[in-house]
DNA sequence: CGTAAATACTTGCAACTGAAACATTTGCGC
DNA sequence: GCGCAAATGTTTCAGTTGCAAGTATTTACG
């Protein structure tokens, strides 16, 4: 056999990812948001309101389950869905002053975890491995 | 600023590993088997039983959702769960003739999917790629 | 040896998810 | 313009998940 799951793309891919999940989750659950909510604040933050379908690519979460989450979100007042005159079957999700300064002060955390991470690994590595990251997306989504 | 979210880790990780884990369910789902479950039957096929605990880390699982798949997947004639004799709170799972034939079919499919997202990519780089990952698993695991 | 603590798993329950059905708005062909 | 198909979200409902509590077995300790 010249296959072996364990050192299998898919299976060291997840593996990192969950672990990874888990321990930001933890770290962010005193701000009641989730892991996944927190991508929404930090991508609105920094490039703008988003359609919900805009969002539900950028963030990789089903629309339906991001829907649902809008609304606890909004309910929150972190964020608010606006319906554009210009188009009135798309949902505009603007973030907040509110959701703003939450998405500063979780970045802040992000960021820190993910030197805890990288800190010591080195630098050209790091970038190699996003870059790789990238193009493993990009391959997948024109399969 | 400094730090942008979509060029940060566990973005890319997540990214990655959300459309690698689409694709690939999609192609395995008309052997009426989950990811998860061809990560059970993939491991207990290449390294043998393993208890329920093992089997929770190594697939990344919680155990009360594994406890429930091994379930179905017992039903379903892939495993068998035996309560080895030197120690009745544990329980070994192991994988039938029909789980095997499963897993090797499956496992064939796997290797076709991976060479399929690093086919052009340089081999080196994807070694390094698996290498990282595994550092990065290794170095939350010790956070 | 008997009881308390620890380990390993299972189950109950509330919350969450995804697929399908539904609603609304827009654009296209005529 | 009018009807119909496509685009975009929302809601419903059945199925799944994760946490906490429960059960069973083994180990430790007085």
């Given at each position: ?76 007042g ?11 079957r ?41 870059t ?12």
């Open positions: 056999m010249d296959y072996w799951f364990t050192d299998s793309l898919p299976y060291l891919l997840n593996r990192a990812g969950v672990a990874l999940g888990e321990t930001f989750s933890k770290r962010i659950a005193r701000y009641d948001v989730t892991l996944p909510m927190y991508r929404v604040l930090a991508i609105l933050r920094q490039t703008g309101p988003k359609s919900l379908g805009e969002l539900s690519s950028l963030v990789s979460v089903e629309m339906s389950t991001l829907s649902r989450m809008i609304g606890t979100m909004t309910k929150a972190l964020v608010t869905r606006i319906r554009p005159p210009e188009n009135g798309v949902v505009s999700i603007e973030i907040t002053d509110k959701g703003a300064a939450l998405a500063d002060e979780l970045m802040q955390i992000a960021m820190r975890f993910e030197r805890g991470i990288l800190g010591d690994m080195d630098a050209a590595a790091a970038h190699e491995l996003k790789l990251l990238r193009q493993i997306s990009q391959r997948i989504d024109r399969l």
